[in-house]
């Protein structure tokens, strides 16, 4: 069954390959969404695909790269997507 989430990344996130990382997780796992940058120093990341793989991805975004220093996750389901990429911005 496919889901699809969004989360909300604080800490230190910015500058220390988080998105890229992400999107290397997503690649690996078959998944769809996006990783962005926010104005607030936050990273926003949207994950769709296997409930499962999600969940995975979901699980990694709790402590990131080793460079990162992640203090907060929120989490929302967000309606499936019909996307088939993971994109960084």
Known sequence: ?????????????????????AQNI???HALSG??????????????????DNVQHMLDWLHQGPDEAEVENVTVDQTHPRDINHFSIG
């Not at 069954?1 to 990382?21: D, H, L, N």
């Open 1 to 21: 069954m496919k889901v699809c989430y969004i989360a909300k990344v604080t800490g230190v996130v910015q500058g220390v390959y988080f998105r890229a990382s």
């Open 26 to 28: 997503a690649i690996d």
């Open 34 to 51: 996006y990783a962005h940058n926010l104005e607030d120093g936050s990273v926003e990341v949207m994950v769709c695909g296997d409930e």
